[in-house]
């Protein structure tokens, strides 16, 4: 499946001191500690894939499990794929204020949310029948794309309330309109109606508002901007940073002795983002950026930085471009004609990368990129196709993870179980797409995997890590 995904920079996680009757891990059953034994997947129904805690180092994990590694996959028709629109995104520049809905599809915002009509007063869905209230921010009145990821995502947390059985969580799912004040808004209504956990909203700006209703009274958050800035106090970004790609292939590539790197970046606030990652992985993997080069997508331009750069590249290894697979394609092209050997350097990328187009291409021979397990995608994909009749968004496993994970909690410690201490387990959990856990600073951390272009194919040549102890 395609992708256009961003993660995290790994930094390590603080231990979740005692509250409310929880361990200071949250642990597995089989690890000493744990006060109440977690779900297994016979409790939570047929949520396979869904997010559930799950144990570092020494195992006991009752994860809800995924098989195997999966390849690529084209995109259904009609599928907004998180790749295809971060790939729009970068095509039109990339500028803060454009990303709006575009990386609200690619898990969240770097910038401001598009113009939307003002909500009015939230109007509320019941899934589940459960005690815990818990509440669901979504921008489901927004216009366009804004509307349409939203209602995907509605869908996949009736999924997972109706696949755990539905009698944990009595899930409120609230309209926030895409705007700070619906956010606002909406979070004191569902505060007003005894939720104790919130999940959502999407945009930044509306993750801000919520926040200031439930921060106070120290209701916990899952969010799914990816703006690290509304991090933090209470507030945990489920969604996808462009570090954690950075981190993951710039490591590997360490790993395997090449520490030299040369950079072609995006002219864009991506490519921002990715750079000032860039600069600090390879200074802590001992490594150097040989060749640091932005540029955009006027043809002409791309020819010049080619051929400016082209004789740089002899003093590097690695010659990393995290852009779509558009311009990927067209810049080793042009650096091939050149006169640079695309066969000495190893190629490396980001998940922008999981396209066929490259995957035919005999100079992307060898290429490497960070990616999740797809397993879990494919198989979360067939039950929401099943259930719905359409095909899901690709952030549409976002709200699924956040809702799972709630509903393990709630179902393990009682209604009261849901902390800022139980969330930030070092320890992690396990979702649709694979291992993650909240750092102490409320951004993610995911466990990806690497790929390699080998045959007109996609292959694994280092799985995710399936606990965060392999890290």
Known sequence: MKRGRSCGDHRPSRAAGKRRGVSRHWKCPSRRGFPVPLPSPRQIAAARGGAIPCGGA??????????????????AEGDISRRAVLVRWLRTGGSLGALGLLSACAGGDLGDAPQVTPAPPPTTQQLGAGGTVVALLLPLGAQGNAGIVAQSMKNSAELAVAEAGGTDIRLIVKDDGGTAQGARMAAEAAVAEGAKVVIGPLFAH???????VARPLNIPMIAFSTDANVAGGGVFLLSFLPSGDVERIIRFEAGEGRRSVAALLPES???????????QVVAAAGGRVAVLERFGTDRAKMGEVARRVAPALAQADVLFIPDTPDQALQMVQMLSANGVDMKRLRLAGTGLWDDQRLFADPLFEGAQFAAPDLSGWHAFSDRFRARFGAEPVRTATLSYDAVSLVTAMVRATGPDGVTVAALSSPSGFSGVEGTFRFRADGTIERGLAIMEIKGGAVQVVSPAPRAFAQL
Do not use: I, M, P
């Not at 499990?65 to 690529?72: F, P």
């Open 206 to 212: 509306s993750v801000a508002a919520a926040a200031q």
């Open 269 to 279: 606030a991506y490519g921002t983002v990715v750079e000032g990652a860039l600069q």
């Open 58 to 75: 020494g195992g006991g994990r009752r994860a809800l499990r995924q098989d195997g590694h999966g390849t690529a996959r084209a995109v």
